[in-house]
């Protein structure tokens, strides 16, 4: 018999056999009709930055405001003039210096402002953890309440890899003390369109 | 019997310094009460979060053979090439011989506590393969050469001076800085070249789930991610027990994990590892070691509904003043003091032991484990079983024939208060545990049991 075959006879000969129905999900109802409002306060006390725009030309116009020197690559073609798209079937490693990413986001979830990103969403899965900077574009309309939620729209999605990103990368290993920029984005805009 | 120290030996060691206790003690209750205020945010849902959780976990015990197959058949269809391993040895020489084919000796880790169950790190170091951990927290204990002291926050019991010294020595920061900030930044700098030049990378798993044969891993570095998508091969090592059947399942794991771990709403990073890389590989190491065993246990089998949230430890009044390197066990606390007798129950059999039963573990556990009642349990069967010591059988056979008998208890009570009046080294001396870095109280003229016979009318 293989290992495969002895761990899963183990298993059979030792798991209970009383009945063991699922839970019923549907028991957790949306207590929030102000998901804007939340996810933005959410957003800002895990250390995001939330910022509402009307259309591309704001989110242009605030960054030219708040710059970031150095390469800017965007998967969003509104974008291109101030950003190089994301190279498709390049080597992930030529990110390494990449300053600023835009992305688009799928959808945020106001009670604890995380943004489901899959890579259709920006081609190369290291983009939004090898920049240096992250912004994701978000329509503001594309809110849900809470995770049950969230995975109901999941629930047929088809994805390679998809990630809930909430805030910039962080760390307290050191002492408890709250530092952003672990080894992920330092900082994360939102910008909320619409 | 084992030679190596146990749970009152070692804790005493880190008692020898009472100002560290506190400060140890101090910090961990304020993780405590950080996960208090997530969890009120919550608070409509938050027992019924709880039950749910534990009642999906209950079917997963009553179907795990089934969602194993399930998971393989999906992870394989996706793309991933799955692997089983019986103990920690086959677990070690399986990504041994993956390190292998990809021709390389190097190799980024994100957190695994399975891999410290199975000191994956020792075993690879032997066969020439450089490991380096790149969880901050990870790397910290790993370059001071010691084992991680708690699930969740792996060097929670250094302080920064410590780190700065030690970051001084290993990376090159200024000497006598100590600055959360600036030594983030230096670990920031060091590990992102690893990231950069490493072609292998293992992670652990948080959840994986049986419907699609996707996995998902959290972080708040950003480690996991960063090592695995500039990687060719990544590996991920996961206990069989962390199978749920369906996505829709996480809804109810993300929103108690981070709540209950720090007080977080959820961590930075929940990624969804379904399908390989174009052109990477994905291997799926499913580990066994001992928890189709536990499965098997009645009273214990809960114990494989853990999450590693770590709350048990972080309330534990045990936990926070003797410190996670007293369970010499990779995963400690409450919560380890339950699964580790079943690895080894002589090695461990000091663990169940090591807990005043107060009840505080269950009571956060996230999936609702009845850890209290567990290690209670544990205590009877290894004393069944000839695991617990001589001294510590006979002082409660001693106790039990005291309690048992109310005309032995009362005179015995009287003698006490006698001695601890009139002769008080009796008791105030290194022979009795219980003086150990305590004071004890002053003995009462009378019982309470005198007191209610004179005062009662």
């Given at each position: 018999m293989s290992v495969r075959d002895q761990i899963l006879a183990k298993v059979r000969a030792n798991q209970p056999t009383d009945e063991r129905p699922l839970p019923d999900l549907t028991s957790f109802p949306v207590r929030t009709t102000e998901v804007l409002d939340q996810f933005m306060t959410v957003l800002s006390t895990i250390g995001g930055k939330p910022v509402r725009v009307a259309d591309y030309a704001s989110i242009e116009a605030y960054l030219q405001e708040n710059p970031y020197p150095g390469r800017i690559i965007s998967s969003i073609p509104a974008l291109q003039h101030l950003a190089e798209p994301i190279p498709e079937n390049a080597d992930p490693h030529e990110l390494e210096n990449v300053e600023l990413a835009i992305i688009t986001g799928t959808f945020g979830v106001a009670e604890n402002s995380a943004i489901w990103v899959t890579e259709a969403n920006y081609q190369q899965r290291v983009v939004p953890f090898i920049c240096q900077h992250l912004a994701i574009v978000l329509p503001a309309d594309a809110l849900v309440a809470n995770m049950h939620q969230a995975y109901e729209r999941l629930q047929r999605q088809e994805y390679g890899f998809g990630v809930f990103i909430a805030g910039p990368s962080k760390t307290a290993d050191i002492e408890q003390s709250l530092v952003l920029g672990a080894h992920g984005a330092r900082t994360m805009t939102v910008f909320l369109l619409g | 019997?084992?030679?190596?120290?146990?749970?009152?030996?070692?804790?005493?060691?880190?008692?020898?310094?009472?100002?560290?206790?506190?400060?140890?003690?101090?910090?961990?209750?304020?993780?405590?009460?950080?996960?208090?205020?997530?969890?009120?945010?919550?608070?409509?849902?938050?027992?019924?979060?709880?039950?749910?959780?534990?009642?999906?976990?209950?079917?997963?015990?009553?179907?795990?053979?089934?969602?194993?197959?399930?998971?393989?058949?999906?992870a394989t269809a996706n793309g991933a090439i799955v692997h089983w391993a019986a103990d920690a040895a086959e677990h070690n020489q399986i990504v041994l011989s993956l390190l292998q084919q990809a021709g390389t000796k190097r190799m980024v880790k994100s957190k695994s506590m399975l891999t410290e169950e199975c000191h994956l790190n020792e075993y690879l170091a032997k066969n020439g393969i450089e490991v380096v951990d790149t969880d901050l927290g990870e790397r910290i204990v790993q370059l001071a050469d010691e084992p991680p002291s708690h699930i969740v926050m792996p060097c929670i019991h250094w302080k920064k001076e410590e780190i700065g010294e030690l970051f001084h020595q290993h990376l090159g920061t200024p000497k006598g800085n100590a600055d959360p900030q600036l030594l983030t930044e230096a670990a920031r700098q060091h590990l992102r070249d690893k990231f950069l030049s490493r072609r292998v990378a293992l992670t652990g798993v948080n959840f994986a789930v049986a419907e699609t044969g996707e996995f998902v891993v959290c972080t708040n570095e950003g480690n996991a991610d960063m090592g695995v998508h500039l990687a060719d091969v990544h590996i991920a090592c996961m206990g069989i027990e962390k199978?749920?059947?369906?996505?829709?399942?996480?809804?109810?794991?993300?929103?108690?994990?981070?709540?209950?771990?720090?007080?977080?709403?959820?961590?930075?990073?929940?990624?969804?590892?379904?399908?390989?890389?174009?052109?990477?590989?994905?291997?799926?190491?499913?580990?066994?070691?001992?928890?189709?065993?536990?499965?098997?246990?009645?009273?214990?089998?809960?114990?494989?509904?853990?999450?590693?949230?770590?709350?048990?430890?972080?309330?534990?009044?045990?936990?926070?003043?003797?410190?996670?390197?007293?369970?010499?066990?990779?995963?400690?606390?409450?919560?380890?003091?339950?699964?580790?007798?079943?690895?080894?129950?002589?090695?461990?059999?000091?663990?169940?032991?090591?807990?005043?039963?107060?009840?505080?573990?269950?009571?956060?556990?996230?999936?609702?484990?009845?850890?209290?009642?567990?290690?209670?349990?544990?205590?009877?069967?290894?004393?069944?079983?000839?695991?617990?010591?001589?001294?510590?059988?006979?002082?409660?056979?001693?106790?039990?024939?005291?309690?048992?008998?109310?005309?032995?208890?009362?005179?015995?009570?009287?003698?006490?208060?006698?001695?601890?009046?009139?002769?008080?080294?009796?008791?105030?001396?290194?022979?009795?545990?219980?003086?150990?870095?305590?004071?004890?109280?002053?003995a009462p003229k009378e019982s309470f049991r005198d007191w209610y016979l004179k005062n009662r009318s």
């Open positions: - | 019997m084992s030679t190596k120290p146990k749970h009152p030996e070692l804790s005493e060691r880190f008692n020898a310094d009472e100002p560290r206790v506190d400060w140890h003690d101090a910090t961990l209750w304020w993780i405590r009460q950080k996960r208090d205020i997530a969890a009120h945010t919550l608070y409509e849902d938050w027992e019924s979060l709880r039950d749910t959780a534990s009642a999906i976990k209950d079917n997963v015990l009553g179907n795990l053979a089934d969602y194993l197959e399930s998971f393989e058949r999906q199978i749920i059947p369906r996505r829709e399942h996480l809804g109810v794991f993300l929103r108690l994990l981070a709540r209950s771990a720090t007080g977080q709403p959820i961590t930075t990073y929940s990624s969804h590892f379904k399908s390989p890389r174009k052109g990477a590989q994905l291997h799926i190491v499913l580990v066994d070691n001992g928890r189709s065993q536990q499965l098997g246990r009645e009273a214990f089998r809960n114990s494989l509904k853990c999450i590693r949230c770590g709350a048990c430890m972080n309330t534990c009044p045990v936990y926070r003043r003797s410190g996670g390197h007293s369970y010499h066990n990779a995963v400690a606390g409450p919560i380890g003091a339950i699964l580790a007798p079943n690895l080894d129950m002589t090695k461990n059999a000091d663990l169940p032991f090591a807990s005043t039963l107060c009840g505080s573990c269950s009571n956060v556990c996230p999936v609702k484990i009845n850890i209290h009642e567990q290690l209670y349990e544990w205590r009877q069967e290894l004393t069944r079983q000839g695991k617990v010591d001589f001294g510590k059988k006979m002082g409660l056979k001693m106790m039990s024939s005291v309690l048992s008998s109310p005309m032995v208890y009362r005179s015995m009570g009287k003698m006490g208060r006698w001695a601890m009046r009139v002769i008080p080294g009796m008791v105030s001396n290194s022979f009795n545990p219980w003086f150990k870095q305590r004071e004890m109280p002053a």
